[in-house]
Structures are given as C-alpha cells and as structure tokens.
C-alpha cells in the first residue's frame, strides 16, 4: 500500500471514529388529534409525521413499537415526548469529503463538509479543521449573525459589510462563521467572499455551521471521503435551504431530526469558545478575539446579542445600522440611552409600537422584547454601531478591528500583542500607541521584541517612531535577547 492511500485511509478512520451522525429510532407522532386505525393505514403512513420531523417509512432504525391504535388519541392522556437524547442513535458519520458547487454560471467552487451529531466535541471539530483540512491558525474568528430569509440591504450598507468583513478578515487572518445557507445573511457574505475575497482556499476561511435535517438533498452529500457534485438552486416551494456555494467549509450538525432549524447554535457556540481559548500566535500568550457581527434578524437575534456581551470575557458586539430589523432596534437603542439610561415614556412608547409592528408581536411579547433590548444596553460598552451613512465613519474594517479590541476590555499591552499578531500597525497607532495611555513597566520592550522575532516591520518601525516621540530607549538587554530567542 502506498504511503498516500495509507493516510487517506487513516484520515477516513479517524473522521469515522470520531464524528457521528444522528437517527431518529421511535415514531412519536407529531400531531394530538391522530387518525386512529389498525393496522397502520396508508393515510397514516403518508399523513403523520413523527416529531423528529419524518414520516413512518423515512425511518431507518424504526424501533418495532405499539401500533397506532395504541397510540394516545384526543384527551386520552399524555404523550411521550420526543427528545434527541432519548430517541436518537448515533452511528459513524456517512457524509464527508468535498462538495462540488455548480451553477448556472458555470463557476465552480469547491468545499470541505462533515456531518457531525450536535454533541460532537468542539476540540474534535477544530483538530478536524486544523489537521485535516489545513485550515490556517485563526487570528480572529468573526461570527456573523442576521436574519435568515432574503432581505434587502441598501447599497451603502451591502458595501460596508461586504469590503468590511472580507478585508478585515483576509488582513489579520481571521476565520468567518455563518449558517452557511444560501439565503439572508448567509448569502450576502458569500457574495462579500466571490467580490472582495481570494481564491486561495486555505486563506479563504469561510464556515458555514448548518444543520444537517433542513438541507435540500442533503442525500447527495451521503458518502465518505468523497467528492459529490450540489446545485446550490433549491426549489423555490420547499421549506428545506441549500448551502451557499461560497462557504470553504461546512460542518452540517445533525440531531436527527428532518427540516427543524435551531440545532447548529449550541455547536457554533462551544466551537466559538474553545477557539477563544486558543493562543492567537505560538509567541503570544493572548486568546484569540472572537467578535459577533449583526445584520438585520429577527427577535432571536437580541437574545443572541445578549447572551455574547454578557459571557465573560464578553465577546463584542459589532451591529451595522440600517440593515433592518433587530440591528436597527439595537442601534436606535444604543443611542438613545448614551446619556440617560433609560428612554422617555412617549419614546418608549412608540419604541414598543414598534417593536410590536416590526416582528407582528402582541404587547406583552413586545415588552418582553424591549426588556431584553434594555439588558443589552447595560453592557453597551461591548456593543459598536456602524452608521455606513455617517461622513465621519472610519473604514468598516479598521472599525470592526478596533471595536473587537476595545469591547474585550483587554490592558493596552494585550491589545498591542493582538494587533502585533494581526500584522495591523495602523490599528496599533491610531488607538493604541496614543497620547496617555499607562503601559505595564516592560510591555513596549516586549512589543518590540515579539515585532522583531515576528518580523513585522511595520510594527517595529512604529514601536521606534513612539519612542522617540516620547523620549523612550529601547533597552540593550531587550534587543540582545532576540539573537537567543527560541522563536527565531
């Protein structure tokens, strides 16, 4: 055997013996008011679905169970109810390798993809990018977040996003993270990737997190180690979604269950926080920033934004005013209480009008909503808005960098070790290195240090330039230290 096909065949057993997919193994029907026939009549086959989401005959590992006759009818006491822990199987994963995008352009985009079951471990997950499928260190992880279904942008704002997130991105190394369909958010960074990004796929580091049951033919994808062509097109009468054809990587998150959104986020959040946990550079002792980025969405996305500023260390929020929905409720909000905390009784009034109107929300779901909008705002340190209107708004992407710095409440030396890494000098001299900042003894001579050994020039020439300005020396001791470091 040759030592190539001896390494696939590793990789295969290793992906094989760590990851899982899901199976749902008992018809628990859906609905409560069930056709009651014995046998299992074609009306119920056809008819019912299982709470999983499939029909009788779309069960593989059907557990051999009561017959419907059996089976609680109106009023006639409780049902047992479903649950992936209780009525799921796992099983090796059967669907990894490369996906084969065409289109109707005839523009062929190639992506690495797994389905994973939802409790698969984050520390697998990112061995599995990093070891696998060679995807570079991430610098920064910027995890984006929006509404689903399509919706419009104006031009400013689609311009903003798209330079900014790419830029931001493909500059400090960073990795993106999406739901990876090709509708709502998704898709308008898919389109950011195909104007602004590159086409090397090891630098183009965009991750779609999906989940397995809501993919259109997501049986096409069934095979191991394998290259299978998907038509990103969909039908525009299902309720399924196709995967956006611009993503690098998928990783599709299987509960077992068949056209219900929603599993993926439990993942995505481990998956964020264990690479926080990561050291941006093998030279450096910080953890790698992760930043929430908001596009228009819906009332999920204010529970969302909350539950990232308020974690600890909070992860900033980035919101891009405009775009809609809740990112505008998040952004009127963030200034309407810069100064006093809380809103006027008429403003607040017609801040709850529309709420209500905006998402279809009885008065109480909307004061609901408003409280949690509120709560946001008590970590509004956290939380930047991006007014792409605005003439004195500074380039999207050195905006999101700087609120990525800033919402971390990191020292000063922290962040200048994070902009070291990122190789972003600009970022370092217009909010960093500035007029009365206090600095750690000893941290500018070892920002120097990690400069020279990193071999960022730029950063070297700055750490001189604020220096001098400043009257500072670089000691001897510090610049003799990197003929013996062991990072050279």
Known sequence: MSLTNSSQKSRRSWIEDTFCKRECGKFIPACRDLHRCFPMCQVCQNLIRCCCGRLVGEHTLLETGPSMSSWPGPGTGQQEEWSVECHTQTSA???????????????????????????????ALLQLMRSEWQMERPKLLLTVHGGTENFPLPLKVRQAFSKGLITAAQSTGAWILTDGINTGVSRYVGEAVKTYGTHD?????????????????????????????????????SKRVCLNGLHSHFLLVDDGTLGKHGCQLGLRRKL??????QKIHPRLNQGVPVVCVVVEGGPDIVSMVLEYVSSVPPMPVFVFEGSGRAADLLAFLHKQTAIDRQLDTDIQEDFLLRIGGMFGLERADASQLYNLLMECMDYRQSITIFDSESEDQQEADCAILTATLKGTKTSP????????????????????????????VGSLEQAMLDALVMDRVGFVKLLIDNAAGTNRQFSPSSRGRCETDPYT
């Open 93 to 123: 994963t059967d669907a990894y390798g490369t996906i084969d995008f065409q289109d109707s352009a005839g523009r062929n985009c190639h992506a690495k993809y797994v389905r994973v079951a939802v409790d698969a471990k984050a520390e």
């Open 201 to 237: 796929l090891r630098k183009r580091n965009a991750v779609g997190v999906t989940p397995w049951g809501v993919i259109d033919n997501h049986s096409d994808l069934i095979g191991r180690d394998v290259l299978r062509p998907y038509q990103p097109l969909g039908n525009p009468l």
């Open 272 to 277: 964020e926080r264990h690479i926080q946990l």
């Open 413 to 440: 030396g922290e962040q200048l070790s994070t902009a070291l890494a990122w190789d972003r000098a600009d970022i370092a001299k217009k909010h960093i290195l500035v007029y009365g900042q206090h600095w750690q």
